[in-house]
């Protein structure tokens, strides 16, 4: 593929909102994860961003008033990105710069909340409650044009948890197509009966913190969280500082089972051959790969038989999940922002939580970050049903 650049991005998890308190977060060693506080008794540790519960959206914006888009705006007024789309408007026109989101679940939260406020089994949902503003999962790219003030191409997808990584590859194939010049990527997914107690069904939610590729892990930690990258084929005349390419993606869809990955990750190993031969690189060029690492016993065993396969034993690798939780369908996007700090920063993160790692597994894991040249990255992000995708992530020359 032709390469994109990531000019600008910004991020908001459990670990803080913005770009600097989330590598502080990551390079301390100190995760965001919490027993959890959701309505309820399920006994679960969550990342939860305590400043969505009084952050509500300007009273312009009062029909889209959910937690889902609550998380959106705030993460937009991080790290200058709202200046840097305004410059991005300038530079290409509105209407030349797409939109193209991702999240799971939406603003679900709200129609939960909806169905409760019901007096019997039967009546009708109260007169305030919006779907189209909220749950409809299109509520966030109609809220996203409204802040950001373009109007080119806009798509919301859903793709279980391999979602926001996705958004890296519909925006590429729609600029490849000529449709945009630029656009807008990324996408939010937050906290909700539905998602915490599904999982806990599936018998995957960990009652502690989750454990990536730890001898003992036990299952997954919910977290939310959001992120947003602005993608280019051609740059401004000069790259702003920490200004990545997009180097390569890949994805696959094994359709082994509807919520259990291949065992021998025959889909993960697809996606990031994929991802490897649309970049025109072999595994020795990547440096770093910040796996998906769930914390699941089939998952994580799944994923490490792909990478060995792959890469063999030696190349440095870790699940950011200890710090954030899983964050479903913004996992991608919050994992490939890790990715531009790994490269910014020249340094590998390591995991929190995990103590003794499986002897089972042979990845190179690391429990501590570590220091050193990171060019590239490879961040993958795999879903329930066999949605995979993988992202390269390259320093500019």
Not at 72 to 100: C, K, N, S, W, Y
Not at 152 to 180: L, Y
Not at 273 to 298: F, W
Not at 369 to 377: F, H, I, L
């Amino acid at each position: 593929m032709q390469p994109l650049y990531l000019t600008h991005y910004t991020i908001a998890t459990s670990l803080g909102a913005g770009l600097d308190a989330t590598f502080l977060q990551l390079s301390s060693g100190r995760t965001g994860l919490m027993p959890q506080t959701y309505p309820g008794e399920l006994a679960t540790w969550t990342g939860r961003i305590g400043a969505l519960d009084t952050s509500p959206l300007h009273e312009s914006l009062a029909a889209f008033e959910c937690r889902n888009n609550r998380l959106a705006a705030l993460t937009l007024a991080q790290d200058g990105f709202m200046d840097a789309v305004a410059d991005l408007r300038e530079r290409h026109g509105p209407e030349r710069i797409g939109v193209f989101l991702g999240t799971s679940t939406s603003g679900i939260e709200n129609s939960e909340s909806a169905y409760r406020r019901r007096t019997a089994v039967g009546d009708p949902l109260p007169a305030d409650f919006r779907y189209a503003e909220t749950h409809n999962i299109y509520s966030l790219g109609r809220l996203m044009q409204r802040l950001l003030d373009v109007s080119g191409p806009s798509v919301v997808a859903s793709a279980a948890c391999a979602t926001t990584a996705k958004t890296f590859g519909n925006a590429a194939r729609m600029i490849e197509a000529g449709f945009c010049d630029a656009a807008i990527v990324g996408g939010a997914d937050t906290l909700c009966a539905t998602t915490i107690y599904g999982f806990q069904s599936l018998g995957l939610v960990s009652p502690t913190a989750c454990r990536p590729f730890d001898k003992t892990r036990d299952g997954i930690s919910i977290g939310e969280g959001a992120g947003f990258a602005i993608v280019e084929k051609a740059p401004p005349a000069s790259l702003p500082s920490g200004a990545v390419m997009l180097r390569g993606f890949g994805e696959s869809s094994d359709a082994y089972h509807m919520s259990t990955p291949h065992p021998e990750g025959r889909g993960a190993q697809l996606a990031m051959e994929r991802a490897l031969a649309s970049a025109g690189l072999q595994p020795k060029d990547i440096d770093y790969v910040n796996v998906h690492g769930t914390a699941t016993q089939v998952g994580d065993a799944a994923e490490d038989r792909a990478l060995v396969e792959l890469f063999g034993k030696d190349k440095p690798c870790s699940s950011t999940k200890g710090y954030t939780g899983h964050t479903l369908g913004s996992a991608g996007i919050i994992e490939a922002i890790i990715a531009t700090l790994a490269i910014q920063h020249n340094f590998m993160p390591g995991t929190a939580n995990t103590q003794e790692l499986d002897p089972a597994l042979q990845s190179h894991y690391l429990l501590r970050g570590e220091r050193g040249p990171v060019r590239r990255v490879l961040s993958n992000s795999f879903g329930f049903g066999g949605s995979n995708c993988s992202l390269i992530l390259e320093r500019p020359s």
